[in-house]
């Protein structure tokens, strides 16, 4: 784990202005990688890490050198099936000289060349510079979901590219994309940036330049090829057996490790799965404390509503560690702390701005998790995009609709309606539901009965297709970083998610559950009944009571409703205090504060 950054040229060589800002990018970065930096800079490339030690501690194994020197790599994450390519190296006659998984990345590349991505099963980010053919190449490669971020700007015939795209933000004109601030209310994220020309190399992807032409390509496209044979009985047993080889091979050996718990049944059955393997490994919990709960709640969205009641989810983990004899570790946080580490916690996102309620509990999890000297953590993520747990995956809310998919998915979503994102911008915008409605009937590859197409068209959208890397991955790795931690998430693991896709929509969904093959399984390993019958909740801090009902709501809504808000030099101010004061739904008035302070660092 740790931060990667660079810069590149095909055309001249590097200016020393160039290299300066890359060398100044991995200074801002330093606090992903706290063991060591290094670099590799020759006339026409510049490479940058610095370097967080999960596997093979003892070398300083970044950046990794091709035995001629030729090829120079620096790699972010983590190949949890190195050992075995590492055999297969090994039996075609290649010398390893060191136990990590970064040296596996060079030999297989000097092997398969660019067809090495698709053998990896893992999270990553990789940059590989390759001088060996006379042509300078070079190559920035990213996961299958894109657990691990990166982000590229061109300039001036230079490629910059960095873990983070803050860092980014630095070098062009810092002008608003305002089709970005569209994407961000129709969607809850931009497809690039809000930042004019910061782009975002999309997940199961590589980037090529040769020659000064600059090319991206996919290396893996899922593919929904509805198996039918396969029964509930078989399911429960062939998953259940996944999720624990999964743990086996995704669970550090030579670093103390935890498990985020949340109370839901994805993080539960995590916890239960991991514990497993090792006793008495931490399970994490962390939570908003001193906010009243003597709140009516009534006409809110009901993922949200669970959360509004009790506040926290305390008491429910504190029960499912008694009845699992698990230790749990609580981190609660006061709405002093959450308001002092407000715009910390926007920051730290990844890709900029994302509009999601869960980054302070993920934030200050990490930080328990840091303090404990965990180096790694698990996770439920991804659990609900695999199994249909939201409602904007749930295939019986887009049936009969007159709406595209993508449209769809934005009313769901609940920040900006059509009609009233047009009027919310001072400015003309694109809005992006037509390009993102043909991008998924594009790349989507599905066989099956309707019902079966239907969901699994919805399960690409919110997952690798659009939604789940800069909406949700990206804040997972962010906040956790930010300390740092590694997070995984082996729900993610390819096995995992290649043999759920093949599933037929009878064992993940229907017209009363959500989850099925889950719950079973869940069921199966021991999780509670309480957990496994409680309907969807989404992680989140109780917004309508903290915004609306305490004695901090002033002081929220008053950031938006100043008439200096920085957000309203690009926005309808009557629209916009609009939103801020809609208590009906609370994530308006937190995308619109997210937004605020995130604008505010480019004054």
């Known amino acids: 784990m740790c931060s990667i950054n660079g810069v590149f040229s095909s055309k001249d060589q590097l200016t020393k202005e160039a290299i300066f800002n890359a060398k100044k990018i991995q200074g801002q970065l330093k606090y992903r990688g706290t063991d060591y930096s290094d670099e590799f800079v020759c006339p026409t490339c510049a490479l940058y890490s610095n370097v967080f030690s999960i596997v093979d501690r003892s070398h300083?194994?970044?950046?990794?050198?091709?035995?001629?020197?030729?090829?120079?790599?620096?790699?972010?994450?983590?190949?949890?099936?190195?050992?075995?390519?590492?055999?297969?190296?090994q039996n075609r006659g290649y010398i390893f000289?060191?136990?990590?998984?970064?040296?596996?990345?060079?030999?297989?590349?000097?092997?398969?060349?660019?067809?090495?991505?698709?053998?990896?099963?893992?999270?990553?980010?990789?940059?590989?510079?390759?001088?060996?053919?006379?042509?300078?190449?070079?190559?920035?490669?990213?996961?299958?979901?894109?657990?691990?971020?990166?982000?590229?700007?061109?300039?001036?015939?230079?490629?910059?590219?960095?873990?983070?795209?803050?860092?980014?933000?630095?070098?062009?004109?810092?002008?608003?994309?305002?089709?970005?601030?569209?994407?961000?209310?129709?969607?809850?994220?931009?497809?690039?940036?809000?930042?004019?020309?910061?782009?975002?190399?999309?997940?199961?992807s590589y980037l090529r330049v040769t020659n000064n032409e600059l090319e991206i390509k996919k290396y893996w496209m899922p593919e929904f090829c509805t198996d039918y044979s396969i029964n509930q009985e078989k399911a429960i047993l062939?998953?259940?057996?996944?999720?624990?080889?999964?743990?086996?091979?995704?669970?550090?050996?030579?670093?103390e490790s935890g498990v985020f718990l949340s109370g839901g049944v994805d993080s539960?059955?995590?916890?239960?799965?991991?514990?497993?393997?090792?006793?008495?490994?931490?399970?994490?919990?962390?939570?908003?404390k001193g906010i009243s709960s003597d709140v009516v709640i009534s006409g809110h969205d009901s993922d949200f509503s669970g959360v509004e009641v009790v506040g926290n989810e305390f008491e429910k983990v504190?029960?499912?560690?008694?009845?699992?004899?698990?230790?749990?570790?609580?981190?609660?946080?006061?709405?002093?702390?959450?308001?002092?580490?407000?715009?910390?916690?926007?920051?730290?996102?990844?890709?900029?701005?994302?509009?999601?309620?869960?980054?302070?509990?993920?934030?200050?999890?990490?930080?328990?998790a840091r303090e404990l000297g965990k180096r790694t953590v698990f996770a439920g993520e991804g659990a609900d995009e695999l199994f249909c747990g939201y409602k904007?995956?749930?295939?019986?809310?887009?049936?009969?609709?007159?709406?595209?998919?993508?449209?769809?998915?934005?009313?769901?979503?609940?920040?900006?309606?059509?009609?009233?994102?047009?009027?919310?911008?001072?400015?003309k915008v694109n809005i992006p539901y037509e390009k993102i409605n043909q991008k998924i009937d594009d790349e989507f590859k599905g066989e099956g009965k309707q019902q079966d197409i239907l969901m699994n068209k919805l399960r690409y959208m919110l997952g690798s297709g659009l939604v789940m890397c800069p909406h949700m991955l990206e804040k997972a790795d962010g906040m956790t970083m930010a300390f740092p931690v590694e997070v995984r998430l082996p729900y993610l693991y390819v096995d995992s998610v290649e043999y759920i896709y093949k599933l037929p929509s009878e064992l993940i969904i229907d017209n009363n559950q959500t989850k099925?093959?889950?719950?079973?399984?869940?069921?199966?390993?021991?999780?509670?009944?309480?957990?496994?019958?409680?309907?969807?909740?989404?992680?989140?801090?109780?917004y309508y009571k903290l915004f609306f009902r305490s004695k901090y709501s002033s002081y929220f809504q008053n950031k938006i409703l100043n008439k200096n808000a920085l957000i309203k030099s690009v926005l309808n101010c009557d629209i916009v205090d609009k939103m801020a004061l809609d208590d009906k739904n609370p994530r308006r008035l937190l995308s619109l504060l997210i937004l605020e302070s995130y604008l505010a660092n480019f004054e």
């Open 97 to 204: 000289n060191t136990e990590s998984d970064t040296e596996v990345i060079m030999r297989s590349y000097e092997e398969y060349g660019e067809n090495c991505f698709i053998k990896f099963k893992g999270m990553f980010a990789i940059a590989i510079f390759d001088q060996r053919k006379g042509v300078d190449k070079f190559l920035l490669a990213r996961d299958r979901f894109g657990e691990k971020p990166l982000f590229y700007l061109e300039k001036n015939n230079l490629l910059y590219f960095a873990s983070e795209s803050l860092p980014l933000v630095d070098l062009p004109n810092k002008g608003i994309d305002v089709d970005g601030l569209a994407e961000s209310f129709a969607l809850g994220f931009s497809l690039n940036h809000i930042i004019k020309n910061v782009k975002r190399l999309p997940p199961s």
């Open 60 to 89: 300083r194994s970044i950046p990794f050198y091709s035995e001629n020197k030729k090829v120079v790599l620096i790699f972010n994450g983590e190949i949890y099936n190195y050992k075995v390519l590492r055999s297969e190296l």
């Open 238 to 255: 062939e998953y259940t057996n996944i999720l624990s080889k999964t743990i086996i091979e995704m669970y550090p050996q030579e670093v």
């Open 392 to 427: 904007t995956n749930n295939p019986k809310l887009y049936l009969n609709s007159q709406d595209s998919l993508a449209e769809k998915y934005s009313e769901i979503m609940g920040l900006c309606d059509k009609n009233e994102l047009n009027r919310l911008f001072k400015d």
């Open 318 to 368: 504190k029960k499912i560690s008694e009845v699992l004899n698990i230790n749990l570790i609580k981190r609660e946080f006061t709405a002093d702390e959450y308001i002092d580490n407000f715009n910390n916690i926007v920051l730290h996102s990844p890709g900029g701005p994302a509009i999601t309620t869960s980054p302070p509990l993920w934030f200050f999890a990490a930080n328990k």
């Open 516 to 542: 099925i093959l889950l719950r079973k399984v869940a069921k199966k390993i021991g999780v509670p009944n309480f957990v496994i019958e409680e309907p969807k909740q989404r992680t989140s801090l109780p």
């Open 268 to 288: 539960t059955l995590m916890s239960i799965v991991v514990n497993n393997y090792k006793k008495h490994t931490d399970c994490i919990s962390s939570g908003l």
